[in-house]
């Protein structure tokens, strides 16, 4: 599954996507401070890439796996903003900045 919220996240006040099985890849380039996006895989990994001027409040969750370029829990990124949740039962979870 592949989100690519360049225009959605501006527009829309929240985007949930969910799969059973399965890898998510996430691109965020625009958000707003009511843009809500939570991303959920009982079984796969998450990949997030934000670009680097996106301010968004960061919250992660994995039960088996692992996160990298992030902690888990809550954090701000850029001052904060909208949500942004990545939760992964049985998968990592991936962060990155886009230049």
Do not use: P
């Amino acid at each position: 599954m592949w989100i690519n919220s360049d225009e959605k996240c501006a527009y829309d006040r929240e985007i949930i996507e969910q799969t059973t099985t399965g890898n998510v890849s996430v691109h965020i380039a625009n958000m707003n401070k009511e843009s809500l996006l939570n991303v959920k895989t009982e079984v796969g990994n998450i990949e997030l890439n934000l670009d680097d001027a996106i301010q968004c409040r960061f919250v992660t969750k994995s039960e088996v796996g692992g996160i990298v370029g992030a902690s888990e829990g809550t954090s701000k990124i850029n001052g904060g903003g909208g949500e942004v949740t990545l939760q992964s039962e049985i998968g990592m979870i991936v962060g990155s900045s886009v230049d």
